[in-house]
């Protein structure tokens, strides 16, 4: 894992936690995917609550000088994705992790623990 990814990882999973994100998962997609190398999984209990983890992430990473290359979903706020190339932030709202269900997606993907 590089400094950058690692630095991502650890400030997205800081920030997540800081506005009491639910079942937060890193997987490690490299090697089964071209999409990304790591994926960020959490999950909020209401739409205000999914933006307001997706705009923590998006601000502490900003302090960084990492700005997302592409945001998708602050419309419905379902299910909003933060596009960081290496790293990708999927923030659901639950019933909607439940029926996308990634985890086992990606099963294949290496759970990783941050610290």
Known sequence: MNLENKEIL??????LDSKNAKNTEVIKVAGLTDLADYFILAS????????????????????QGINPKRTEG????????????DVVVHI????????????????????????
């Open 10 to 15: 650890k400030t997205a999973i800081a920030a």
């Open 44 to 63: 909020g209990t209401s739409s205000t609550q999914v933006k307001t983890l997706a705009d923590e992430v998006e601000k502490k990473l900003s302090e």
């Open 74 to 85: 602050y419309k419905g706020a379902n299910w909003i994705v933060l596009d960081y190339v």
């Open 92 to 115: 659901f709202h639950e019933e909607t992790r439940q029926f996308y269900d990634l985890e086992r997606l990606w099963q294949d993907g290496e759970k990783i623990i941050v610290d």
